[in-house]
């Protein structure tokens, strides 16, 4: 059964960076690539960036572009997102998501992690 | 930036029908995906490809495409439906993945 734990949220100062993980399971995580989406706090969801299958592309949205860098370890079936210079609008939860478009599936999102951007 | 349009709210009493459009250009493309977020909780995909409906989600929800809008039909709404709902597609290449802004749904 597919499962992905997202990890890694806290508390943390203006201008300081966090890394994210999301452990996958119950799949062949090495074929499929990996998203990031966040939603604040009362707002709706926005998509954060996505790593290909294989770690070589990298595609970022507009809200963290330059900050953000996502990264993947197949052999740990894991997705990293890592923030850096993180400011008070970052505060959100994140949610990393298998992306099913090219097998035409569906599968669970995590339960997230807080991110929390505070002096 | 793209995105998705949804209507903000959306109300209706027990037992009647819910209707909830989503529209983008990208749609006649793109499948679209869609997501009920209760308080609290992550969200869960209530219809995918369109108008696939997973395991485990009960028939009443259903899901209709034509041209740029896709819409989101729950018949003989429930109680337990109150939600925001939120479509996903991506862009005409497949790569970005964009969201509508969500619609909360009241029941009455």
């Known amino acids: 059964q597919v499962h992905v734990v997202e990890s890694g949220g806290g508390v943390v100062q203006p201008g300081k960076s966090l890394r994210l993980s999301c452990a996958a399971s119950?799949?062949?995580?090495?074929?499929?690539?990996m998203h990031w989406v966040r939603q604040t706090p009362g707002k709706g969801l926005e998509w954060v960036g996505v790593i290909g299958f294989d770690g070589e592309n990298k595609y970022y949205g507009d809200s963290m572009k330059g900050r953000v860098t996502i990264s993947r370890d197949n052999s740990k079936n894991t997705v990293y997102l890592q923030m850096d210079s993180l400011r008070a609008d970052d505060t959100a939860v994140y949610y990393c998501a298998r992306d099913d478009y090219g097998s035409g599936t569906h599968s669970p999102w995590g339960q997230g992690t807080l991110v929390t951007v505070s002096s | 930036s793209y995105e998705l349009a949804q209507p903000p709210s959306v109300s209706v009493s027990p037992g009647q029908t819910a209707s909830i459009p989503c529209s983008g250009e990208s749609l006649t493309k793109q499948y679209v995906y869609w997501y009920q977020q209760k308080a609290g909780q992550a969200p869960v995909v209530v219809i995918y490809k369109d108008s696939e409906r997973p395991s485990g989600i009960p028939e009443r929800f259903s899901g209709s495409s034509s041209g740029t809008t896709v819409t989101l039909t729950i018949s003989g709404v429930q109680a337990e439906d109150e939600a925001d709902y939120y479509c996903?597609?991506?862009?005409?290449?497949?790569?970005?993945?964009?969201f509508g802004g969500g619609t909360r749904l009241t029941v009455l």
């Open positions: 996903q597609s991506a862009d005409y290449s497949g790569t970005f993945w964009v």
């Open positions: 119950g799949f062949i995580f090495s074929k499929y690539d």
